[in-house]
C-alpha cells in the first residue's frame, strides 16, 4: 500500500455533456450484446447532494467510425437495464467489497 496519498494515482472521472449539462460516467455494463453507460449529475464535491440520485442509462451507437450515445426509448428495456446496473453496482460497492467478476486479486 503506498505511504502517503501522493502515491495514488488521480482519479478522473469520465465527464460527458449533454445538452449543455456535464455528467459523470458511473459504470459500463454490456446488457444483451449492447453497450450501456450510466450517468449522474457531475459535482465537483466528493459528496452527493441528495444521498440517493439517480442515474440515467444511455447506449453507445455506432456512428460511422464513431461511437455516441443515444436514449434507451423502451421502457421495459431501459428498467431491465437499470436493474442490471443497480446489481453491478451493488457487486461492486455492496457491503462485503467484494466484487465476484473482478480479477484485479484485490477484490478477493
Known sequence: MPENKDEFEEFEPQIVELD???FEVIDAICYDGQNYVAL????ESDELEDGDVEFIILKEVEDGDDYMLATVDDEELYDEVGEAFLEHLDSLFG???HDEHCDCGHCQ
Open 40 to 43: 449522474v449529475p457531475y459535482t
Open 95 to 97: 457491503d462485503d467489497g
Open 20 to 22: 449543455g449539462e456535464q
